[in-house]
């Protein structure tokens, strides 16, 4: 019985790849997508997304094997087949234009190619230091990659940047294309950059361990891309955007980089420029969050942390009943502490947002399927509001401990975003 679950929970784990293809809108685009303030030359259905990755490059892309060097580039990711600007936006309530029903990833570049770490290094005086040739290299290789980006925000006037980790069995491509998705309907009005994880071993047993041994491998590799990006002095802030095993990547690399800005007598969040975190079915083991983030107020490094739940995830479900472990994205109100969510919700400024009736993708893949969501996702980039009000219409359970994502996200109840647009372009004039 115990093999027949292992076997269930493997497949179901595997199956977190998202497919490529376009979102279905947000509700609050059933109107019509409107753009006012993107940049003229972000108008278009084949932009560019920017990616760092420590896959092994294969075939004109990148597999799923490990590489000891990060390689940052640009990809060109097409929406739909045939299309122009005007009927792209034109898209709204159903995906029954199959032209825009694909994305695809015609071009992919690479600009940088990293040194492998670890980088050499030799004792002097008792301490290690890098070889001071080898570190001069890696140190004109980060100035080649940050060059590129703040080329395109001078070019673009955008100096927010919306970086997205993926989770399990994602393949390069998945990367972009989810990265293009998140980017378009928040608005264009960000860099979009994806971190990608040598990740999609494929199913059963050994792929799925094998993706759990990838994210750890690439913790330090994370922790170099976003120490890079925050050094930018183009960039104002950082949103993180994080899925399922992912989740456990970019909080373990900004967990040590935290406590390295904290230890330095300097205040995370004005150092590391971390704006919203989102995190949609977190793969954690909620005992390891509450002693290694909650105790070391991780929270303390953004402006909030949003985490999408959902106690129906199967595949988190499963992998709880294994590792006897409650996972983070699968929580139920009995499993918080008493007080923890009052505290949490107003000291440490994270959000737990329970997603209703979920289908398809064994509850686990709603964060780029569910137009609840991306509505919620999109008002919180664009918006900077918490949820309740008017700019974040959610509202809380009957015991107030949590909020709640009703599959329509009432229509009348979402801000005018045309209003939205405006008053940011005006101030913005200002």
């Known amino acids: 019985m115990r093999a027949m679950w292992i076997g269930l929970v493997l497949t179901v784990l595997a199956g977190c790849q998202v497919g490529i293809g376009l979102a279905p809108p947000p509700n609050l685009y059933r109107t019509g997508l409107n753009y006012p303030d993107v940049h003229p030359s972000l108008r278009s259905v084949e932009p560019t997304i920017f990616f760092m ?12 094997e490990r590489s000891a060097s990060m390689a940052f580039g640009q990809a060109k990711v097409r929406f739909g087949r045939d299309l122009d ?21 015609p ?18 005086d008792g301490q290690l230091r890098h070889l001071p040739r080898v570190r001069a290299l890696y140190d004109e290789q980060t100035r080649a990659f940050q060059n590129t980006l703040a080329a395109h925000i001078r070019a673009t006037g955008n100096d927010r940047l919306l970086v997205y980790i993926h989770g399990f069995n994602n393949e390069f491509e998945d990367g972009l294309t989810t990265t293009a998705n998140l980017w378009h309907f928040a608005g264009r009005g960000s860099v979009p ?11 059963g047993p050994l792929g799925y ?26 960039v104002s802030q950082i949103d993180i955007i994080a899925h399922s095993r992912g989740t456990d990547v970019v909080t373990t690399a900004l967990r040590e980089l935290i406590l390295e800005v904290r230890g330095s007598g300097r205040h995370p969040k004005r150092v590391l420029k971390t704006g919203t975190l989102s995190m949609a079915a977190p793969d954690l083991d909620v005992g390891i969050v509450r002693q290694r983030l909650q105790s070391e107020r991780f929270s303390e490094a953004f402006e909030q942390v949003n985490l999408y739940i959902n106690p129906s995830d199967s595949a ?14 699968a929580l139920r109100d009995e499993d918080f502490l008493p007080g923890e969510l009052e505290r949490l919700r107003k000291q440490a400024l994270v959000h737990f947002i329970r997603v209703e009736n979920v289908r398809g993708g064994f509850g686990h893949t709603y964060f ?24 974040r219409p959610l509202e809380r359970d009957n015991d107030d401990s949590v909020w709640q994502l009703h599959p329509n996200y009432p229509l009348d109840k979402l801000p005018d975003l045309s209003l939205l647009e405006e008053r940011a372009i005006a101030r913005d004039e200002r």
Do not use: C
């Open 316 to 329: 988190l479900r499963l992998s709880a009943y294994l590792t006897r472990s409650t996972r983070l994205g």
């Open 209 to 234: 361990f094998r993706d759990r041994d990838a994210g750890t491998f690439s913790v330090h590799h994370t922790k170099e891309f976003l120490r890079m990006l925050a050094e930018m002095p183009e």
């Open 85 to 105: 600007w005007t009927e792209l936006l034109s898209r709204t309530r159903a995906d029954s234009d199959r032209r825009i029903s694909t994305l695809s990833v």
């Open 368 to 391: 780029r399927d569910n137009p609840a969501v991306l509505s919620d996702v999109v008002l919180a980039l664009r918006t900077r509001a918490f949820p309740g009000g008017t700019l």
């Open 107 to 124: 071009q992919v570049q690479e600009i940088v190619r990293f040194n492998g770490t670890p980088l050499a290094y030799e004792r002097v």
């Open 193 to 203: 950059i994806v971190f990608t994880w040598p990740a999609g071993n494929g199913a």
């Open 53 to 64: 990755t420590d896959r092994l490059p294969e075939a004109g892309s990148y597999g799923s």
